[in-house]
């Protein structure tokens, strides 16, 4: 009789120990979101089910911090910190009160995730910063309740949700569907082109020092169509390959910054803001529209604005300050 309750007794804290190894977001429990004030809350967009969300719509529902681990395609598991909107008010927002079980989230480089799971959730967010960083260009759809990190999507600009699983009838996930000529959202068409460009030898600055193919050869290569109006009100199409500019940036070693200039060969100069700079739709362009440079320069595109002039061409160097 005392062996069996001694082997009773283990197995109730082999049971008990099972519970505890899940984190509450790990296991769909709204207590794992705690509700968090003070924090700044950027310009962002998103298209859900075809209509438009922003900071604006979102200023009266409540921030919330969610612990989440997930593990990612190689094995290895992290921890990351995100404050962000509940997805249900997200949606109740945008006017779709129904009870949702599949969603699909875009990003502004086009990759999608689909999740089905408890969008309902307080852990499920359209998170504005990552272990205290903000989001540069759009936020991040992260399902906290996710264990896998592919589920978690950067630069989301799109959603879709539905009763059932599937995209739903009649309802379009294309945020540069919006009208206008960059969308309602200001979201020119970019494209992920890593691995199918690859640049001849080229040299700029950074705050005075050599930038090559080398420095720049682990980052992302994009192709971003877009329309500009002329000094004579005349609309211009083109599309830049190149390099996000803040990325560019960072692998200078610089993140910091409240404005960045282009300087070109001339010595002209054109002055970024420190949003514009950090748009992950603002681009150093190796090439347009396929051809280099004139006499091996560059161009520093901030692709979500209108005027040609915002734009600076025969760009020699770089300078964040």
């Known amino acids: ?39 700044t809350v950027p310009e962002f967009a998103v298209m859900v089910n075809g209509v438009k969300v922003d900071q604006n719509m ?3 529902y409540p921030l919330y911090e969610v612990k989440a681990t997930s593990t990612n395609s190689a094995g290895t598991e992290s921890t990351v910190t995100y404050v962000g909107f509940a997805m249900k008010d997200v949606l109740t927002a945008a006017g ?15 990759y999608a995730v689909t999740f089905e799971g408890d969008i309902a ?23 906290c309740t996710s264990e896998t990190t592919g589920d978690y999507l950067k630069g989301c600009v799109g959603i879709l949700v539905n009763t059932e ?28 082109k890593t691995d199918k460009v690859k640049f001849d030898a080229f040299s700029f600055k950074v705050n005075g020092k050599e930038v090559t193919n080398d420095t720049l050869k ?18 211009v199409e083109a599309k830049y390959t190149g390099y996000v500019l803040a990325d560019v940036l960072k692998a200078c070693g610089i993140e910091n910054y409240t404005t960045v200039k282009a ?51 025969l760009v020699v160097e770089i300078v964040a300050e």
């Open 165 to 192: 699983a599937g995209a739903p009838e009649g309802v379009s996930n294309d945020v540069n569907a919006a009208g206008g000529d960059k969308g309602e959202l200001g979201t020119p068409d970019k494209q992920d």
């Open 58 to 60: 979102m200023a009266e």
């Open 96 to 110: 779709l009160t129904e009870s949702y079980v599949w969603l699909e989230a875009t990003a502004d480089d086009g």
């Open 263 to 313: 300087v070109a060969n001339d010595g002209y100069e054109n002055v970024l803001t420190a949003e514009q700079a950090a748009s992950e739709f603002t681009v150093v362009a190796i090439e347009k529209d396929k051809e280099l440079g004139e006499d091996g320069t560059v161009w520093v595109a901030p692709c979500t604005e209108t005027s040609a002039k915002s734009y600076a061409k």
């Open 218 to 235: 682990d980052l992302h290569i994009y192709k971003v169509a877009v329309t500009t109006e002329n000094s004579k009100g005349e609309k």
């Open 1 to 39: 009789m005392k062996k069996f309750v001694s082997l009773l007794l283990v197995a109730m804290l082999v049971l008990a120990l099972c519970a505890c190894g899940n984190t509450p977001a790990e296991n769909g429990d709204d207590s794992a979101a705690k509700e968090v004030k003070g924090v």
């Open 121 to 143: 959730a307080n852990t499920t967010l359209l998170a504005i910063t990552k272990d205290g960083e903000q989001f540069k260009g759009a936020p991040w759809f992260a399902p």
